[in-house]
């Protein structure tokens, strides 16, 4: 287990953006997050074996505009949180909804960018809904894939881990299984010829859908998993989760069939609700940055070596927590709880990998502790965790201690 941070060790390129976020950070301390524009108020800069088997300058393809990629060398960085369905810049979106003929509640890249200002968390996932299902074919599942593995790539990423919602979809749309999950791993294979880009998947369940949907989503994960599903997810309203062992089944389908459990938990739903998912004996949490208010339950989640999948920017945007300077990353990471660092849906926080993994710097996560976790906490197979080491040591150094 890694200790506490130090950011030291770091070799050069990395090393320059070091002194760049250190200037930085003394420059602009009182950091603002300001929803809606994709902009922030400061100035742009810079566990377990598992299964299956550049630089373009923030790279935006219209909307709100993205915050610069901070360095023409970014360093590498993993992420394992982000939904697909906020990856989507508001021009793509508004696209897409005209392609699709769906009709999203504003109509130009302004008005819908205004919309990204979220009152609290349920407003949040009001948006979220109205917004997302502006997916309809198979192609909008593969072109995101496609379009976030080259933003991320601006940014230095190696590996994604994306997660995304069917069952709604499914339910609500129409849209078959099949044409998400292909759309969704054919982007995974053209990810990797096209960019270089590891990319893995995992579908979403959704707090409170009845078990038999929950169900059917676990087994179409299972069936995909040779072609980059790695795992299963729980989203939506961590406070409408009911008793989480009604998906005891679908998640019991999802590890017979080879596949991680990653479930939202501990972002609105406080404790409880990490504690509640711990009967899956899950392989990482999103969020799980309310375990930072319990010393005992950050001690087994240390004990377990859960990895946290931690998102600065959302957590402010949907106001799970109040301000940047009270986000509980230093206490997670004094407790030595291991965070990995993600955007969770970049489009609809104005954010990016290089801003997050930033901001998590300047609240004491290392570019290199945020990676190793990312490392050590992916579902991936162990060639590619391999490969992802090394790449971590040559740019970080190797780990001590
Ligand atoms: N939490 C829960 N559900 C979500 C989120 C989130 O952060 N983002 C998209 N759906
Ligand atoms: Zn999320």
Redesign the pocket.
Known sequence: MEGPDTAHGIRPFARRFENAAAKLSDSDRGFRHAPGTGESTRPPSARSSRRTGEDSGGGSDGGAPLPRSGSADPYPKIEL?V?LEGTIRPEKLLDMARRNGVTLPADNVEALSALYRYRDFDHFLEMWRATTGTMRTGDDFRRAVLDYALEAKAHGVQYIET?FSPINRNKWDGIPYPAMFDGVTDGITAAAEHYGVTVRAMPSLIWGVDRELAEECAQWAVRYRDRGIVGLDA?GNELARGDVSEFDRAVAIARDGGLGIVP?AG?AGGVRAIRDVLRWNPDGL??GIAAAGDPALMAELVDRGTVLRV?PT?NVATRVVADIAEHPLPRLREAGVRCSIGT??PALFGTTLGQEYELAERLGISPASAYRAGVDGSLCDDAVRQRLREVGDTAFGAPTG
């Open positions: 949180h939904h997660t989203g939202h972002e999103q969020h998102t959302s969770d849906d």
